[in-house]
């Protein structure tokens, strides 16, 4: 058998253990700083401890369609709906089927209920369609307005739109850029004559194509046309939707000044890849939604646009319809390529980020009502949470009597590794809950109390390590160093073991249970930073002692209780001898 040289380190030997104490205590101190500075000094709540609100969606029967009520279409609506609360910053929110019609939202308190309400319902029906007349709104009980205000399809109408000082009837809100060519095309319509009474709105424009991009509208389109009246919020919402996407069909301005006759859908919103809220300094527009299309829309778009740019106002707009109203009908003055395109108009930074939030995550298949809100309250979800807690603090409580019982000092090593890996847990979440929407609930609480028994695990396998070696007859600073490797390699197939255990359930659930998991995952994995960085160390440090290094009989290394005697100096010098001779 091979002997070690003369000052020789044993296997698994910290040279500066002082440096990896350092390591964790700065890592502990920049997270409790972070803490601290952002405002987030404890964990984001879930539902069942914060309260929050319960969301009730009833679908409708699409127009058209046939038995669209169904399993695959509800799965699918909860798959959106999901994505587009966590689109919002939400997490720990719950979307689920409720009987065969039913999709309740449940979002935990800190969220902008108003805002979830109005876009988890919300269908995103994305289409771009040609703009073949274009008017002012004007109620059925109004006076009607002369020939030349009435005319959607005057240069001469569009001209006066463009003067701040006196708006023409047509004149809209709505936003009317989109690229620099529709840009261009907003700021400098062709000029006109004065005014001139319309022709018919059935009468064919001189730029019909066999596309579709005409002037033509159909007699029954004329008359819902002309009955349409866009200031009453239930025609505005419901102008069209009964429409195909290759139908032609009618509909409002989302302010409901402006109606339209729109040609057949020659984009949809399937083909849009990526939409996202910016704020554009270049030409001063504000918050815009830029929208990124894949191949096959961007092909679509440059030849809607190119056949747009070579015809008169309004028929060289196009209408960015969502939801069977019209969001902005920039005009078109050459075809746009490259797969992408701008939405501007009057958008706030949260407007924009609504928008590219809908339509990031795609339409929902079916047309959803808000049934019920309700207010959820946090009181029966904190008696559960008293109740776990008071069980946790028995658990731990009895954990710390156990080793002081039979550990006696080396409890100390044992109890400030629970310390800061609590301390570290703590940090963690209350950092991730801004950070990616982390949600404490009840579930993750057990996750956490679970994760005592763990920790604890690895200090035991530690410590019965060190005394296997003490019993070789070893002295107290070789035997942490060559019991670590063996007790290194036992903590992590354990906590691999559980990790991957808390993986598998992580992405295996949905829910609640997903916060059992995450808050397990997280735990087993600093259980074996803090082993690494601050329990075998910090022994490490002890081991050099008096009162541990001596086997103090409260050092809980004491060789009478583990049945050997003490080493002996002469022994050590003869072993000494020996390596020398060999």
Known sequence: MAVPKKGRRSPGAHRHPGRALAVILVALAALVGGMFLSGNTHPRLGIDLAGGTEITL????????RNAINPTNMNTAVNIINRRVNGLGVSEAEVQTQGSSNIVVDIPKGTNTQQAVNQVGTTAQLYFRPVLSETANIPASSNPPSSSSRSGSSSGSKSKAKEPATPSPSHTTQGRAVTDALKAGASSPSP?????????????????????????????????????????????????????????????????????????????????????????????AGWIVTLDFNGTGAKKFADVTGKLASQQSPNNQFAIVLDNQVVSSPQVSSAITGGGAQISGSFTQQSAEDL???LSYGALPLSFSTSDVTTVTPQLGGEQL?????????????????????????????????????????????VLGPAIGFALNLPAVSGAIVAIGITADSFIVYFERIRDELRR???????????????????????????LAAAVLFFASVGK????????????????????????????????????????????????????QAPLRRARRTTRTEVKEA
């Open 58 to 65: 009833t679908a409708k029967n699409t127009p058209g369609q």
């Open 192 to 284: 006109s004559p004065s005014p001139s009474p319309s022709p018919s709105p059935s009468a064919p424009s001189n730029s019909a194509s066999s596309s579709g991009l005409d002037s033509a509208t159909p007699a029954d389109l004329q008359k819902q046309f002309t009955a349409l009246d866009c200031s009453n919020a239930t025609q505005r919402a419901t102008a069209g939707e009964s429409a195909k996407p290759s139908d032609k069909t009618i509909g409002c301005s989302q302010d409901g000044k402006t109606k339209y006759v729109l040609g057949a859908a020659a984009v949809d919103g399937k083909d849009v890849s990526k939409a996202q809220a910016v704020y554009d300094t270049q030409t001063g």
């Open 356 to 358: 590219a939030n809908v």
């Open 386 to 430: 008293q109740g776990g807690l008071i069980a946790g603090a028995v658990g731990l409580a009895l954990v710390v009597l156990y080793l002081l019982a039979y550990y006696r000092g080396l409890s100390f090593v044992a109890v400030v590794s629970l310390m800061v890996s609590a301390a570290l847990t703590y940090s963690i979440m209350s």
């Open 473 to 499: 007859g070893r002295s107290l600073a070789p035997a942490v160093e060559r019991a670590w490797p063996r007790a290194r390699r036992t903590i992590l197939v354990s906590d691999f073991v559980s990790f």
């Open 513 to 564: 249970v997903q916060g059992f998991a995450f808050t397990l995952g997280l735990t087993t994995a600093l259980d074996v930073v803090v082993v690494y960085l601050f329990t075998k160390p910090l022994m490490t440090i002890l081991a050099r002692k008096k009162f541990y290094a001596s086997g103090h009989p409260w050092s809980g290394l004491d060789p009478k209780s583990l049945g050997v």
